[in-house]
């Protein structure tokens, strides 16, 4: 004789569960928050990073300004719809515009090191990180899909 078991009426594992919060819409005030969270901690490294740079070059501040407006307009997302679909986005998207900026710019700074892109293995160490910025666009890019996802019906 077989013994024959039911399946549970909702799976245990990690991806089903995210996959059913982005169906019912919890997902995008788990995301808000994750953006909020990474705007701090990206905030923090870019500081550490670019006061080692001694702030040379004055756009080294722009980042420094535009990725902490992501804290409070991720965590005003968690608890407002409307938060999550004006200010998030907003706050979000100028921190893409910037991280493309700034890959441009240390895309420049690599150039004009001595031997520029010709000695391109050298100086993208010791360099600017070329992809750094890009990291920080993640953030805005993780806040942008926040706003676009749905949200929980709290009825």
């Known amino acids: 004789m077989f013994l024959t078991r039911t399946p549970p009426a909702q799976s245990d594992h990690l991806l089903d569960r995210i996959l059913r919060d982005v169906r019912t819409g919890r997902f995008e005030q788990s995301l808000a928050a994750l953006t909020a969270v990474g705007a701090a901690i990206t905030a923090a490294e870019i500081y550490t990073e670019h006061d080692s740079a001694s702030f040379g070059n004055k756009m080294m501040w722009w980042p420094i300004a535009i990725l902490p407006t992501a804290i409070p307009a991720g965590i005003a997302a968690v608890f407002s719809k409307r938060a999550?679909?004006?200010?998030?986005?907003?706050?979000?998207?100028?921190?893409?515009?910037?991280?493309?900026?700034?890959?441009?710019?240390?895309?420049?700074?690599?150039?004009?090191k001595p031997g520029g892109w010709s000695m391109a293995a050298y100086n993208m160490e010791m360099g600017p990180p070329l992809f750094a910025p890009l990291l920080a666009s993640l953030v805005g890019g993780m806040g942008l899909l926040a706003a676009v996802l749905r949200r929980e019906d709290k009825a």
């Not at 907003?90 to 700074?109: C, D, E, F, P, W």
């Open 84 to 112: 999550a679909k004006t200010v998030l986005p907003l706050s979000s998207a100028a921190i893409v515009a910037n991280g493309l900026q700034g890959t441009y710019l240390h895309a420049r700074g690599i150039a004009q």
